[in-house]
């Protein structure tokens, strides 16, 4: 346990925990393991628990009343899930599933909210990063509702490079298509658009941004 203590140490929230309760949180932490394609929880289920990504991906997507999922957004490795039914008891507003084979720690209320209240600190943390999440969110409709594809892919890129020219193709092109509201052809003629115009090139393997003011541009114009 003393690994997953060290981990969870690398967390905003969990770095606030007193060094006590971060390794009984480590020791009351239950390992699962998720196939690709595997749901933690389901859109409309009561799920008040937390979990902390040891390895993979995680994706959380909203299905429509079209049937059509929109993925909003992933969850990396070292990177913590907090179930809304925890602080609400109210069904979950969408589902969560393993985009790669993932291995996590999970939590259920009873354990993690004893720990949280004796640690105001990590309270605050964890208050930061939902106001975080709601200003992101606020960013995903507004740019539904206003961007068209073009520019809603150059900002997907440009989020997805944080500064490094070479991304890797580790989303598949139908994940991409549900994470900017579109489907797989138009995101792949864009991309081919975009290589032809000189923005970026595409392998099978990577994207590399060779015009990064040019995606800005096509943000910024709409």
Known sequence: MKDLSAQLAQNNVFRELSCQDRQSLAAAGVRRRFDPGQYLCHQGELWPKVIFVLSGR??????????????????????????????????????????????????????????????????WELTKMQVDTMRKAREIIYGLAFKPVAGRLAKFLLDRSRENELIQRDLTLSEIASMVASSQEVVCRLLYQFQEDGILEVSRASITLQDRKALEMLIQSE
Request: proline share 8%.
């Open 58 to 123: 995680l994706r959380w997507a909203m299905l429509a009343i079209s049937g059509k999922e929109h993925i909003l957004f992933t969850v990396e490795h070292g990177q913590a899930f907090w179930g809304h039914s925890l602080f609400d008891d109210q069904p979950m507003p969408a589902s969560l599933m393993a985009a790669l084979a993932s291995q996590v720690y999970l939590w259920p209320r009873e354990v993690i909210l004893p720990i949280l209240f004796r640690n105001p600190k990590a309270l």
